[in-house]
T-cell receptor, first 116, second 111 residues
Framework: ETGVTQTPRHLVMGMTNKKSLKCEQH?????MYWYKQSAKKPLELMFVYNFKEQTENNSVPSRFSPECPNSSHLFLHLHTLQPEDSALYLC???????????????FGPGTRLLVL | GDSVTQMEGPVTLSEEAFLTINCTYTATGYPSLFWYVQYPGEGLQLLLK?????DKGSNKGFEATYRKETTSFHLEKGSVQVSDSAVYFCALSEGTDKLIFGTGTRLQVFP
């Protein structure tokens, strides 16, 4: 139990569906992250939010739309995904980002997504 | 750009065997180095870290030493247990808080 929860844990969706992934952290952190984990590939950082402001968008297609309404919650809205988007999506949080700071990231258990 | 290279798995060991998982990195500056572990069905957990050359990170019997001269951060444990079976990720960060991960190495320990 790392203090970061994700729902749902598993999701199957068609290419025309719209769904959302939710992440919540109970650690008092101010930075939150979305990662994509695909088989045999390094974890790919998708988005970073610091104090609810997006600070990183790692060339992610627009069919993935993040939302960070407050420092404790992070969403990933999914729309017209492709089968190659099937992966484990991991959320993480850390204390606020700062130049030169090095904060440990705490990960949730992930949402395993299958796009048919 | 920065990158991390890990040995391919799976690594299969008997209980109480010695473990080494190799990790080398490429970076322009002086990164911090990490090992994360992912147990089945769970997210990643920080196992240990080192922030400067010659530092040794250690936790739960695992150790890794930051070797600048060989750009390596190999993970070792003297006696593995079945409960250590997991996927291990080496990662680096150059002060931007952006973690760059390797592909992960699966460890399987049998009784």
């Amino acid at each position: 139990e790392t203090g970061v929860t994700q729902t749902p844990r598993h999701l199957v969706m068609g290419m025309t569906n719209k769904k959302s992934l939710k992440c919540e952290q109970h650690l008092g952190h101010n930075a939150m992250y979305w990662y994509k984990q695909s088989a045999k590939k390094p974890l790919e950082l998708m988005f970073v939010y610091n104090f609810k402001e997006q600070t990183e968008n790692n060339s992610v297609p627009s069919r993935f739309s993040p939302e960070c309404p407050n420092s404790s919650h992070l969403f990933l809205h999914l729309h017209t995904l492709q089968p190659e988007d099937s992966a484990l999506y991991l959320c993480a949080s850390s204390r606020a980002l700062g130049e030169g700071a090095q904060e440990t990231q705490y990960f949730g258990p992930g949402t395993r997504l299958l796009v048919l | 750009g920065d990158s991390v290279t890990q040995m391919e798995g799976p690594v299969t060991l008997s209980e109480e065997a010695f473990l080494t998982i190799n990790c080398t990195y490429t970076a322009t500056g002086y990164p911090s180095l990490f090992w994360y572990v992912q147990y089945p069905g769970e997210g990643l957990q920080l196992l240990l870290k080192a922030t400067k050359a010659d530092d040794k990170g250690s936790n739960k019997g695992f150790e890794a030493t930051y070797r600048k001269e060989t750009t390596s951060f190999h993970l070792e444990k003297g006696s593995v247990q079945v409960s250590d079976s997991a996927v291990y990720f080496c990662a680096l960060s150059e002060g931007t808080d952006k973690l760059i991960f390797g592909t992960g190495t699966r460890l399987q320990v049998f009784p």
